[in-house]
């Protein structure tokens, strides 16, 4: 069963945007809540949307300036960041995933749309598929899910 309380955590924290910027195309979503030292996002964000700042162990904090290049996603370790799209279609959010698995999926395959605690949620589709030769050798997949399961959404299962 997903964790409501949870997901409420995630968006008072500093890296979660504010509802308004999610509705206004794809952004990153920064899901860290570890003090750890880590600070990748912040030094190749091209707009300055991510501050760590000092000591290196804060939370990253989230500006709404996000321009939703992906790059941040595809340098944490922690695989701790998401781009969400609520803007994706009128009843449809894309979410990207940085996608570490083989073989991959291909554009058009069903899936099922996973929680953070690995259980089912919603059915959905993949639709773009980036290798990670343009993305600092990560792949990211990025799925379509009815609008209001976007906030619980974080990975996938091929459907049967």
């Given at each position: 069963m ?7 955590k995630?968006k ?8 308004e910027?999610?509705e206004?195309?794809t ?16 030094t190749?964000?091209?707009k300055?949307?991510i ?6 162990t ?15 996603m595809?340098v944490?370790?922690?695989?701790a960041?998401?781009?969400?799209d609520?803007?994706f279609s ?5 979410i ?6 083989l073989p991959?999926?291909g ?22 598929v ?11 997949i ?5 609008k ?8 996938f299962?091929?459907?049967?």
């Amino acid at each position: 069963m997903f964790d409501n309380k949870y997901l409420e955590k995630l968006k008072k924290s500093p890296g979660y945007p504010s509802e308004e910027r999610l509705e206004k195309g794809t952004v990153a979503v920064i899901e860290c809540l570890e003090e750890i030292p880590c600070n990748p996002c912040e030094t190749v964000c091209p707009k300055k949307s991510i501050k760590v700042g000092k000591p290196i162990t804060n939370l990253p904090e989230f500006n709404d300036i996000c321009s939703g290049c992906g790059k941040c996603m595809v340098v944490c370790p922690g695989l701790a960041i998401f781009m969400v799209d609520k803007s994706f279609s009128g009843i449809e959010a894309a979410i990207s995933i940085p996608y570490e698995l083989l073989p991959l999926p291909g554009k058009g395959d069903k899936i099922v749309a996973l929680n953070r605690n690995g259980g089912d949620v919603c059915k959905g589709r993949v639709e773009r598929v980036k290798t990670g030769k343009s993305f600092n050798k990560t792949n990211i997949i990025t799925i379509s899910v009815p609008k209001k399961f976007s906030d619980e959404v974080r990975f996938f299962k091929l459907a049967k």
